[in-house]
Every structure is written in structure tokens, then in C-alpha cells.
């Protein structure tokens, strides 16, 4: 019997990722391209430059596919693709089809309202998501997935479907012929078209198969189905959401969101803005002389960060960070900080303290999501890049005191992907099957109980009292420098 594949489209913040799954869950291959830096016209503005997702996902997918050339892969045997592109971002196209301005990214101010119409936007026929916009590009169909309408829009998360009542489009100053039609996750979108074929290298007529947005795509394809597992997704955005069953109305501490499930519900308290982009920033920032070392080493500067960071304390000998270096919406007056500083601080404490902020900041809006439940969190599933971190997971594991894992496969968004693609042809009986033959378990870790009664103190007395005490001072600050 030959083999027959599924594939997963994830773009993210920073990079497009591609990858070929078998029926299995094996990773045959995969093709990625970094993104390329979002444009800051001014402060708390962000814009993807150009045409820069449908650009990186070009190459994604021809690398993607030279790949499964050279390990003997056949084009017809791939049988469908899901995608899962950045969510809470805003597209604005033409008549055609095309950008008629830059993608605004989801850390851009603007869209913490309703959409409004300015001069800049006079091509504008039609609203939209990153999703909807990458559809259009790889079939040519005005379509969208009905699970990526996070925010201003009016989506009846009831019903999965756009809403019947005038005055909620009215309120959100949109009509119902300026965005696009969409479907339930697992469903079809449309058929790669002839032109896109044979700018990505696969064959026309390839289903192409809707999703959710990129979090709860990643935690279908993290396996956090069963109740009290809670995954923590790291990217530009750290988020933490559990699986659930009804549309809870009125919640005060976390979002219910459509799942990459139909009819099931994702919740999502909270979490860090521009959270593994610090990580990132710290590095390139302030990393030469790391670099060098780790050149030296022959390891990479990740690697050596981390082993480094693992001969420091817990708690950093007093090194705190705040991970406010994209502020919430209801409070953009904050930054980041890091305080407590003395002589025995190295690169090690700073990169060690930047992850405790990470896992404290996550615990304590996670703490108020499973309170509200009534759902205490039986364990941790990690995913994300960071997840590769041993450092990284064991903090994690000593914060929250509970077993935390990570998969074989660190980005669950693509898996998400390829078990929606499948169960859209059939390929799976049911979500529960595909789960468990897509996702693959990995690396478990258990927490250390002085460390984890260490960070409960610090967490208690000091971590959570921080925003009080920074907050008068930043508001001073904000209109002398923004």
C-alpha cells in the first residue's frame, strides 16, 4: 500500500512553516522562511512589509517540496492542506483579491477597536484575517475560516457563523458584503488553484482545509484535550488555554474562542505580549560575546545560554523581569523592567530571570482562569520553540509545581493543521483518533519541590507586587517618551 501524506501550513509572527506529515504523524520534511521584520511607522504601530506572509509561505512550500522530492515523495500523494495563519491581525484587499495596504499586525493599536475607514484604504473592497487573505491566495475563493474572528468582528460564536443582528454590524462598522464567506474548521475551503500550483510546486485541485486560529490550532495538535491539561503555546504571543464545551458567557478571567474542533470551545486566559520576540531580542541585542563563545563551544547560542542559565539559582539571586515590553491593551502606558541588580548578576542571571518572568506572569493569569473553572491544572503540555529549552521546561514544572511536557514536535500548530486536513477527506474516524496517532509524546518533567516552594514566596511577596509599585511611575513616563 503506498504511503499517503497530510500537510501543515503554519505562519506565524516571525516565520512560514510548511511541513509533510504521513498518516502516522511522522515528519517526512519541512520547509520555513523567516519573516521579515515587522515596520514601526510609530509607537504601538505594526505592519507586516509588503507582501511578506504570502512571500516567506512561497518559499516555505518550495523548499517544503524539494525536500519530499528528494526523499522519494510523490505530489499525488498528498492529500490535503490545513492552514493556520497568525490570528487577530487585520487584511485589507481589492476587488481582486490583492493587499490594498499592509497586513496590521496583531500588536498594533489600531486594532483594539472597530475597524474605520481612512484615506489609505480607498482600494478596500474587503475585510478580513490572515487566514482569509492566504485562502484567497492559494484558491482564489473568498473564503475564510469562521474560527479566526478574534476581536472586532461580528462573529456569532454560537451559531459559528457571521451574525444575523444589524446592530452588531453596525457597532463593528462592517457589512456583510465586505467580508467573506467561512466555513467550520475540518471543512474544505477550496481547491489550490492552477496559478498557485505552480508558484509553490504542488498540484492543482489539492484541498485546501480551514483551521482555527494559530492557538487553538496548536493545542489540537498539542494532544491538551482531557480535562486539567493546560497548554502554554510559546511564540511572539505566550498564550495558555484549556479545552471546553460551552461558549461561558461573561467570563472575567479568560476568552472562550472557537476551537479547531467544530463545536468545541477553547479558553484563553491572559499572557505575554512580545514574550519568546524578548528572548529573541535579548540575544541579538546583547549576544556577541555569547556567540563567540558558543561558536568556540560548538553549540549554538541557545544552547549555551541555557547551560549557562542552569548553573544559576533559582530566583537569580534577586534578578526580576517584568515582561512588559509590548503593553496590554488596557494599560499602554507600561514597559519592561528589570530590577534588582547587583554585583553578581551575569548574562546567565538576566536570561535565566527573563524565563522565571515568563512562567511567573503565565501562572498567575492561569491561576485565575482554573479558579473561575473551578478546574484546578493536573499538568502542562509546552509547545513552541522554547519548548526545546530543559532549562525552560523545568522552570516551568518548579513555578506552576505540577508534571509539565513537551512533544516530539515542538510546533503543535502544524499537527493541528494535518489532523484537521485529514479528518476534512476522512482520513480519521474521529478528532480523539487523530490525535492520538498525529501527536507524539516526548520529554516529561516533574517539578523540584524546594525550588517550587521558593517561587511561591517570590511569586507572592514580590513578583505579583511589581505592576503596583512600576505602574504610577510608568504613566509619568509614557507621555514624555511616546
Not at 509588503?50 to 526523499?71: G, N, P, S
Not at 568556540?296 to 541555557?306: M, P, Q, W
Not at 520553540?385 to 513555578?399: E, R
Not at 506552576?400 to 484537521?420: D, H, Q, W, Y
Amino acid at each position: 500500500m503506498k504511503k499517503q501524506y497530510l500537510m501543515g501550513v503554519d505562519v506565524g509572527t516571525q516565520s512560514a512553516k510548511v511541513v509533510i506529515f504521513d498518516l502516522d504523524g511522522n515528519v517526512i520534511c519541512e520547509g520555513k522562511q523567516q519573516l521579515r521584520k515587522l515596520e514601526i511607522p510609530a509607537p504601538l504601530l505594526a505592519e507586516h512589509p509588503d507582501d511578506d506572509l504570502w512571500d516567506a509561505l512561497k518559499v516555505a512550500f518550495r523548499r517544503v517540496m524539494q525536500r519530499f522530492a528528494e526523499a522519494g515523495g510523490q505530489q499525488q500523494d498528498i492529500l490535503s492542506m490545513g492552514i493556520c495563519i497568525v490570528r487577530c491581525c487585520r487584511a485589507l484587499l481589492k476587488e481582486n483579491g490583492e493587499l490594498a495596504y499592509p497586513v496590521i499586525n496583531w500588536m498594533d493599536k489600531r486594532l483594539n477597536k472597530p475597524y474605520e475607514y481612512i484615506d489609505a484604504y480607498r482600494e478596500v473592497r474587503y475585510i478580513t484575517t490572515t487566514s482569509g487573505y492566504i485562502t484567497h491566495r492559494l484558491t482564489g475563493e473568498f473564503k475564510d475560516t469562521c474560527a479566526n474572528y478574534i476581536g472586532w468582528w461580528p462573529m456569532d460564536n454560537d451559531r459559528l457563523d457571521w451574525s444575523t443582528d444589524p446592530a452588531v454590524w453596525q457597532s463593528y462598522n462592517l457589512t456583510r458584503d465586505r467580508v467573506l464567506d467561512v466555513v467550520k474548521p475540518g471543512e474544505i475551503l477550496g481547491y489550490l488553484s492552477e496559478r498557485a500550483a505552480q508558484q509553490i510546486g504542488l498540484p492543482a485541485g489539492l484541498p485546501v482545509v480551514a483551521t482555527a486560529h494559530d492557538k487553538a490550532v496548536e493545542a489540537l495538535g498539542a494532544g491538551s484535550l482531557d480535562e486539567g491539561v493546560a497548554l502554554i503555546s510559546l511564540g511572539t504571543y505566550i498564550g495558555a488555554m484549556v479545552h471546553g464545551h460551552a461558549n461561558v458567557k461573561n467570563a472575567r478571567h479568560f476568552w472562550p474562542f472557537q476551537a479547531s474542533i467544530p463545536g468545541r470551545y477553547l479558553y484563553e486566559c491572559m499572557g505575554v505580549r512580545r514574550g519568546m520576540w524578548t528572548i529573541s531580542w535579548f540575544r541579538d541585542q546583547f549576544g556577541a560575546a555569547a556567540l563567540s563563545a558558543a561558536h568556540d563551544a560548538g553549540v549554538s547560542i541557545e544552547e549555551l545560554l541555557n547551560h549557562e542559565a542552569e548553573r544559576v539559582p533559582a530566583g537569580c539571586e534577586g534578578l526580576i523581569t517584568v515582561h512588559d515590553w509590548a503593553p496590554p491593551s488596557e494599560a499602554e502606558y507600561r514597559k519592561g523592567a528589570m530590577i534588582g541588580f547587583d554585583g553578581r548578576h551575569t548574562r546567565a542571571h538576566i536570561y535565566r530571570s527573563m524565563l522565571e518572568g515568563i512562567a511567573f506572569t503565565m501562572k498567575n493569569h492561569m491561576d485565575k482562569m482554573a479558579l473561575e473553572l473551578n478546574t484546578p491544572f493536573s499538568s502542562l503540555v509546552i509547545s513552541g520553540g522554547g519548548a526545546n529549552s530543559d532549562l525552560f521546561m523545568q522552570i516551568f514544572a518548579d513555578v506552576f509545581g505540577i508534571p509539565t511536557r513537551r512533544n516530539l514536535m515542538s510546533g503543535s500548530a502544524a499537527v493541528g493543521c494535518a489532523i484537521n486536513a485529514g479528518m476534512a477527506i476522512g482520513a480519521f474516524e474521529s478528532y480523539q483518533q487523530a490525535t492520538e496517532r498525529l501527536v507524539k509524546i516526548g520529554d516529561r518533567f516533574m517539578p523540584d519541590n524546594p525550588n517550587h516552594l521558593f517561587y511561591q514566596q517570590l511569586n507572592e511577596r514580590v513578583y505579583q507586587q511589581v505592576n503596583a509599585h512600576l505602574d504610577p511611575l510608568l504613566r509619568a513616563l509614557s507621555p514624555l517618551v511616546d
